[in-house]
């Protein structure tokens, strides 16, 4: 069953940290005090600018939308943490088939002059039926999840939070 009020972002914070998805959940932001987050966001903005058509359906909010192909794409700046780059995607691609629009998902490296051509299996589907409810349950939790200690840490904007 879709539940459209988890975005993109939470699902791939649930991969990347589930006390990140917390935070962001409770709309505690840190996100201008971190350096490879502007970064981040200049390359968003001045990548595939031509091409760029940003949707925001519900709060799903996707960089790309070529309604000629019907592929989405999400445009990252590098392939760290590609496991959270692929489940959003996957699961805008499960957004759309549960709103009967069948989509194929891009993800654009640009920096890496790279892309990946992304597809939504049944077992995916699985996984991200299992994945949403995990999410739900960490977004209704009255304190944090732990300090998870990953060497990606000191890069998340919520570092200071966690270890000061
Ligand atoms: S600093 Fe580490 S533990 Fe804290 S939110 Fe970020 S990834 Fe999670």
């Known amino acids: 069953m879709l539940k459209p009020i988890i975005t993109g972002t939470q699902v791939a914070y649930y991969i990347v940290c589930q006390r990140k998805l917390w935070l962001f959940s409770k709309n505690i932001s840190m996100e201008h005090t971190s350096e490879l987050v502007e970064i981040g966001k200049l390359i968003h903005e001045n990548s595939y600018q031509r091409k760029r058509k940003e949707i925001n359906l519900e709060g799903i909010k996707i960089d790309i939308l070529d309604a000629k192909t019907g592929v989405i794409h999400e445009v990252k700046k590098s392939k760290s ?10 699961y805008y691609i499960y957004y759309f088939k549960n709103i009967g629009i069948e989509v194929e998902g891009i993800i654009d490296y640009p920096k890496l002059r790279r892309r990946e051509r ?4 049944d077992a995916d589907i699985l996984k991200l039926n299992d994945t949403l409810s ?5 977004n209704n939790q009255s304190f944090p999840p732990p300090v998870i200690n ?6 998340c904007s919520y570092y200071e939070l966690c270890y000061c």
């Open 134 to 138: 995990k999410v739900e349950k960490i």
């Open 150 to 155: 990953k060497p990606y840490c000191k890069k």
């Open 118 to 121: 992304i597809t939504l299996s």
């Open 81 to 90: 943490l590609e496991e959270s780059h692929l489940w959003q995607i996957k």
